[in-house]
C-alpha cells in the first residue's frame, strides 16, 4: 500500500479535470480547477515524507533528528497562498462574463464574440 | 462538439492519462522513503548556517529566495488583475445597508478581533523559528479585516482599508523583496545573498535579512487578500445596488 498517497493525487486530479470538463457554470468549473491544482499539494507532500520523520522544525527537536523533506513543503506553501489569487482572477473574470454575455454556462458563449 | 462526443473524447485521453500517471507514480520512491538529498542536507545546514530553526523558512526566504520572488510576482499580477477587470467605473455606489445582525455574532466578532490580529502579527513576526511566516501569517491578518466586515459593517471595513493604502502596502511588499535583494547585488554579492549578520537561533532577530523578506511578504500577502476582499464586497454593492441588468 506504500503507492496510496501517489495514487491518491492521480484521483484527485483526474476527478477535478472530469469536473472542469462536464462543467455547466464558471464558478463550479473554477472550483473544479482548485481541486485539480491541490492533487499536486497531496504529491508533493507524499513524496516529501520520510517514515518516522519530525516536521522540518529544529526549535524543540535536536539539529538533525530525522525529519521530513522541507523543499517540497517550501512548493506547496507558496503555491496554496498564489493558487487562492489565481482563483481569484478567474472568478472576476466570470463576473466580466455574467456583465458582458449575461450567461455562466461556458456552452452557452459563442467563440470570439466581439 | 456536442456534449456527449466531448465526454467520450475526454474519456478516451483521460483513460490514457490516468494510465500514464499511475505507470510514473510507480517509479517514485515508495511512500517515506524518499531519498532525496537536497532537503536532508538543507535540514542539516539551515540551524549553524542560517540560525533558522524553520528550514520550510529558511528555504522560502533564503535558500530558493529568488524561487518565491517569482511566486510574489504571481501574486501581484492576478491580484493587479483582478483590480483591473473589476475596478470599472463604481464611484458613487450606494453602500447596502448591513443587515441587522445578532448582537452575539457582534459581541464574538468584535473580541476575535484582536486575537486574530495578534495571532497573525505572531506567526509572520516567528516564520524563522517555529511553524509560520510571511504567507501564512499575511493570510490570517487579512482575516482580521473580513472579520470586521462580517461581524461589524462594510463602512467600517472601507474606513479601515482605504484603497490607496492598501494598494501602496501591497507594492511596498513586492517592492521591498525586490530592493532586498537589489541591494546584496550592489555591494558585489549574488542577488537576495543574505548580507546581515545571522543571530542566534531562536531569537527574533534571527536570520540575517530572512526576517525582511518574511516581513516584506507578510505586507504583499496581506494587501493582495484585502485587496481581492475589497473588490469582491465593492462589486457585491455594485450588484445589489442594481447597476447591473
Sequence with gaps: MSYLPYLLAVWIFLVGLFGIVRSRNFIHLVVCLSVTQSSTYVLLLSIGYVKGGTAPIFKDVKPGTKAVDPVVQALTLTDIVVSVTVAALLLSLAILGKHRAGTMDPEELHPMQG | ?245
Design chain 2, 1 to 245: 462538439m456536442t456534449r456527449r462526443i466531448r465526454l467520450t473524447v475526454f474519456g478516451v485521453a483521460a483513460a490514457g492519462f490516468a494510465a500514464l500517471l499511475i505507470w510514473g507514480t510507480l517509479g517514485i520512491p515508495d511512500f517515506g522513503h524518499y531519498r532525496g538529498r537536497y532537503g536532508q542536507i538543507l535540514n542539516h545546514a539551515a540551524v549553524n548556517e542560517r540560525q533558522t530553526t524553520n528550514t520550510v523558512t529558511a528555504i522560502v526566504f533564503d535558500y530558493r529566495g529568488l524561487d518565491t520572488m517569482g511566486e510574489e510576482f504571481i501574486l501581484f499580477a492576478s491580484v493587479t488583475g483582478v483590480a483591473l477587470l473589476l475596478r470599472e467605473q463604481r464611484k458613487d455606489v450606494p453602500r447596502p445597508r448591513d443587515e441587522v445582525r445578532s448582537e452575539a455574532v457582534r459581541a464574538i466578532g468584535i473580541c476575535l478581533v484582536p486575537a486574530v490580529l495578534t495571532l497573525g502579527l505572531w506567526v509572520v513576526a516567528h516564520g524563522a523559528i517555529t511553524p509560520g511566516g510571511g504567507f501564512q501569517g499575511g493570510v490570517i491578518l487579512s482575516a482580521t479585516f473580513l472579520l470586521v466586515w462580517l461581524a461589524g459593517s462594510l463602512r467600517t471595513y472601507v474606513r479601515l482599508t482605504p484603497t490607496p493604502y492598501v494598494d501602496l502596502t501591497e507594492g511596498t511588499g513586492v517592492g521591498g523583496f525586490v530592493v532586498t535583494g537589489l541591494i546584496a547585488l550592489l555591494i558585489g554579492m549574488p542577488f537576495l545573498h543574505n548580507l546581515l549578520p545571522y543571530g542566534l537561533a531562536g531569537k527574533l532577530s534571527s536570520g540575517g535579512s530572512l526576517p525582511i523578506l518574511n516581513w516584506a511578504t507578510g505586507l504583499a500577502v496581506t494587501a493582495a487578500f484585502l485587496l481581492l476582499y475589497s473588490e469582491f464586497l465593492e462589486e457585491r454593492s455594485f450588484v445589489i445596488a442594481g447597476k447591473h441588468k
